[in-house]
């Protein structure tokens, strides 16, 4: 349920623009009177050419849950053996992930968006910026950026 708090929401406001690169990935933040987050991705595999490689959302909590909360992580298939012996992604599996081979996505079902790729790696940003402690009235923009650039 929906409680009110007795404390006024706190938010960290972006004043000015920040951006970082690193090689030919990068993240911004902007002034914006709202909140949004775009984002860009690049990959050299068929799959993502099918696909919108671009997604932006302005954040509130119905476009959240509308627009990017279903989007699934993604890897790939050679990927796997090498993560599983590294104790990563013990919990993945064709549920709650995307996997590729070099050609497809091999789901049954598919993709959940149409751009599902790009809005995951949306969510990731969202989850990285609100790890600063409040959420933020500013534009965040990231192309092939990760969790690190983030």
């Known amino acids: 349920g929906v409680e009110e708090q007795k404390a ?4 960290i406001k972006i004043k000015k623009e920040v951006k970082i690169e690193v090689a ?6 902007k002034p914006y009177s709202g ?3 775009s984002f860009d991705i690049e990959f050299d595999h068929p799959a993502f050419e099918d696909h919108c490689n671009h997604a932006d959302i302005d954040l509130n909590s119905q476009s959240f849950i509308k627009e990017i909360s279903r989007a699934r992580t993604f890897g790939f298939m050679r990927d796997i053996e090498m993560l599983r012996n590294n104790n990563l992604g013990l919990g993945g599996s064709m549920d709650n992930a995307i996997v590729l081979d070099d050609y ?3 789901n049954n ?9 790009v809005r995951h790696k949306l969510l990731d940003a969202i989850g990285d910026i609100y790890q600063l ?3 933020i009235i500013g534009e965040y923009h990231g192309y092939k950026s990760g969790h690190a650039l983030n």
């Not at 006024?8 to 938010?11: C, G, M, T």
Request: net charge positive.
């Open 133 to 135: 402690g409040h959420p």
């Open 109 to 117: 079902d598919g993709l959940r968006y149409e751009a599902e790729f």
């Open 104 to 106: 497809r996505v091999l």
């Open 8 to 11: 006024a929401r706190q938010f």
């Open 35 to 37: 909140s949004k987050f």
């Open 24 to 29: 030919d990935k990068h993240a911004s933040l």
